[in-house]
């Protein structure tokens, strides 16, 4: 069978979730083709020949897009095969599910996409976790990768790889999309699959790699056990995973050895300062752990760059204030990419948030376009702000505006909202030039961020 494997979006990577799947495909004796729309135009002609579309969705930006492509495909050819996989195929069941696509599969998707690929089952929704082998990404049928985001370090970009070492999370963030699928399971990728897999992007141009998973340290033996062979293979290569801010505390003798074996920087989710909405989200760390996990990076060498959740139902201004501040107090402004001070909390469709007493007095109506629940906040002058926000750091990154000009133009904006008195203190320019050196990925979109215009450019 001739199949079109499309990605939308995977957060300026090489796309693995088209890759990987391809693999499988090949082997199995299907034609396969892939088109990567971050960095490929549209084109109507990649549907000729195409007797079945499988479009990759592991996360909400990706599925916004997806849904854009599925139904621009049904206008041309309506009788199409059309699935939907990964993470985020499974929300809005009512608007996708034999309307924009025949099948919907998320989880360890593999099997089950292999099985639609070869009998084209009928319309159905599945949730496939069982444990399976992967065979090695098939790169070669997508764009190189200097099409993609590079590590930026010292003043040079280098390529970079990206892979995963496990699928799932063990923890159950109420605000996550992972728990929903995987629910508090972790599927592990063979040794030998990731070092192979590697070797190809080595030889492809790659100095840094990039760990993807969920949650890097959920199976910390075998990410130890990772990270020690492909150092072993490639001593030359860099790294960073992403991993909870409890996990660095709780791992606080590994980093040493992640140091010397590459590592430079470590995502994090701190997403706010307010320990009360850490609790609802159940974070499992509070504003002093992200302070510590801080520090006990640095002292080894490694820094971190946390992803933010500022925008919840239950945020206050001061909040926001709190949180510009601590950014500023932990020299971090050359450490968050701007776009994370917009986030605002989306809700899918299974959100673990939905039924919370916490949730319920804000929680609205289900919308199919925004793949979220509305929600309205308990201080309705943060929405504004939000949307004020979010198009100053979308221009910031579009004019590729210097860190410490965004960060002082958001809090800005935030203490002005707040009524707080300006900041008198000029932002030490001299310290910012250093932070900005800091290792840290071109691409500074984020999987839980609304798609841009620029995103959707691709599509039109």
């Known amino acids: 069978m001739n199949i079109l494997l499309v990605s939308t979006y995977e957060l300026g990577h090489q796309p693995l979730h088209v890759a990987s799947p391809a693999a499988a495909l090949l082997k199995q004796g299907h034609q396969v083709r892939c088109v ?12 000729d020949g ?55 599969i998320s989880g360890e998707y593999e099997p089950a996409l292999l099985a639609w690929a070869r009998d084209l089952l009928p319309s159905d929704r599945i949730v496939h976790l069982q444990r399976g082998t992967f065979e090695i990404p098939a790169r070669h049928l997508l764009p190189p990768l200097d099409r993609y985001a590079r590590l930026s370090a010292g003043g040079e970009e280098r390529l970079v790889g990206y892979v995963e ?10 605000h996550c999309p992972v728990p929903t699928v995987y629910g508090g399971r972790i599927r592990i990728v063979g040794l030998e699959t990731i070092l192979d897999d590697i070797d190809q992007l080595v030889e492809a141009g790659a100095t840094h790699i990039t760990f993807g998973d969920p949650d890097f340290l959920n199976g910390v033996q075998h990410s130890r056990r990772v990270v020690a062979a492909m150092h072993e293979r490639h001593p030359h290569l860099t790294f960073d995973c992403t991993t909870k801010v409890e996990l660095i505390l709780r791992h606080s003798d590994i980093w040493s050895e992640f140091a010397q074996a590459g590592c430079l920087f470590v995502v994090s989710a701190f997403e706010t300062v307010n320990d009360e909405i850490l609790k609802i989200l159940d974070k499992g760390h509070t504003r002093s752990d992200m302070a510590q996990a801080t520090a006990i990076l640095r002292s080894n060498g490694i820094e971190v760059r ?26 971090l402004i050359g450490n968050v990419d701007p776009v994370h001070y917009s986030i605002r909390l989306l809700i899918p469709e299974d959100s673990l948030l939905i039924g919370d007493p916490a949730m319920d007095p804000y929680i609205g109506r289900y919308s199919p376009e925004l793949l979220s629940y509305r929600w309205t906040p308990m201080d309705p002058r943060t929405d504004e702000l939000q949307r004020d926000i979010a198009e100053l750091v979308e221009r910031a990154a579009g004019e590729d505006w210097p860190l410490t000009r965004t960060y002082a133009l958001v809090r800005d904006l935030i203490r002005q909202a707040a009524g707080a008195d300006p900041v008198v203190d000029e932002i030490d320019e001299s310290v910012v030039a250093v932070a900005q050196l800091r290792p840290r990925l071109t691409e500074a979109w984020f999987c839980c961020a609304e798609p841009t215009e620029l995103q959707l450019q691709p599509l039109k």
């Open 36 to 47: 990567d729309l971050s960095v490929q135009p549209w084109d109507q002609s990649c549907l």
């Open 165 to 174: 070492a496990s699928h799932g999370c063990g923890f159950n963030c109420r």
């Open 50 to 104: 195409v007797e079945a579309l499988a479009i990759s969705v592991p996360m909400h930006t990706a599925m916004r897009l997806a849904l854009e492509v599925a139904a621009t495909v049904k206008e041309i050819r309506p009788d199409l095969p059309i699935c939907l996989y990964g993470l985020y195929a499974g929300t809005s069941h009512e608007s996708v599910l034999g309307k924009l696509a025949d099948r919907v």
């Open 306 to 331: 946390p992803s933010l959740l500022p925008f919840t139902p239950w945020t206050t201004l001061s909040d926001l204030v709190e949180l510009m501040d601590f950014v500023a107090e932990r020299d």
